[in-house]
Structure formats: structure tokens, C-alpha cells
């Protein structure tokens, strides 16, 4: 006789209610996972088992009668308890056998399976493109906007002042606050930042001084 409490995990002192509800929310788990896509078959078959519990589990759960039964049968632990076991099983086997005689968690599991190689293989057609020579270099995409960042901000000594010097800071933050970016990309970009922060700062004290200069000059 199966153990669903010690087979699904169940706390012996829950009520009905919470086990249906921790049932259910275990059956919403796998399905979720079932659409994104197992990563391996045992994976997938160990999954539609544990459905294959749930659903054997759920009507005990929600039947008092039959769950005191159940509960009883475990204590005595007697023969009749597999007579029981077999009955309440009998209609949910019914139930998950198709038109064809197959067993949907034998289809359901199949198409796990088929999900599961369509993934690994998409995973090492993934990775072989990285490996290839033609693919494009990470680490020269990354270093795009810091060196962006940091073409403005020398700009920001020499011409344009603030108006180059302020997207340099913006761009530099967006590098660093991502952790998208190689270590080399984001040391460029910390760079970046503090020269447009300097160049910033010195347009400010520039202006600053011109404005006293004026000042006195008109005096």
C-alpha cells in the first residue's frame, strides 16, 4: 500500500483543507515545469510520477470517509488495507487510460521526454555557436558602451564640456550597475565616470570664476 504522506512529502497533522491545497500547488509546479521544458529524461519521468501520486492521493484527500479509511489502513497496515488501495485506485486508472489504451502519464511523460531532447539540443546548438570562430565576442559586445562612455567623456575636457560629460556619467552607471558586463568592461567604465564626473565639475568651477570675474570687471 502506498504512503502518500511519506511518498508526497504530506505533514501527517494537516488538515484536509491544507493537503489539497499542497496538493494542488505541487501539481501547478509541475505543469509549469512541463511548459518551460524539462532538462533531462529522468527528470521528466521522475515529475509525472510524482503526478501520477497526486492524482492517485487527491480523492483520499477529499473524501472524509475515504480518508479515515485510508488513514486507518495505514495504522493496521493490514491486508485489506492493498483490497482498499486497489479500489480507490480503480477508477482513477479508468480515468488516465486514453482512447488508444494508453496511459496518458506514459504519453504525457513521452512528450516530456521528446521536450526534454528538443532542449538539450537546442543547449548544444547554443553552445556550438559560442565555440565558433564566426560567432561574435562577448567581451567586444560588452565593452562597447564603456568605451562610449569613455570617448565622451575626454570629449567633455577638450570641447563640449557638461553636454558630453553627462551622458558619459549615465552610460558609465548603466555598466556598472550590470551584471552583464566583463570585469575589464566595468573597470572602463568606473574610468569613464569619474573623468566626466571631473570634467563636470570642472566646468561648474569655470563657469563659477567667469561669473565673478564678470562680476568685478563690470564694477
Known sequence: MVDYYKELGINRGATAEDIIQYLNTKKSTIMERE?????????????????QLIDAAMPIFMNQSKLLSYNEALKKGATSAKNYSASFNSTEAARAVNQNGTSYYSASSQRATNLADRRLSQQEQTQETINSPYAPSAEKKSKTMPIIALVLAICSFFAAGIFTA?????????????????????KLAKISFYLALAATILCVFSLALETIVLTLVNK
Do not use: C, H
Not at 511548459?35 to 503526478?51: D, K
Not at 551622458?167 to 570585469?183: C, F, G, H, N, Q
Open 35 to 51: 511548459a518551460t521544458g524539462f532538462t533531462s529524461q529522468a527528470e521528466a519521468e521522475a515529475a509525472f510520477n510524482e503526478m
Open 166 to 186: 553627462i551622458p558619459a556619467i549615465i552610460i558609465a552607471r548603466l555598466v556598472l550597475k550590470s551584471p552583464d558586463y566583463t570585469e575589464d568592461a566595468r
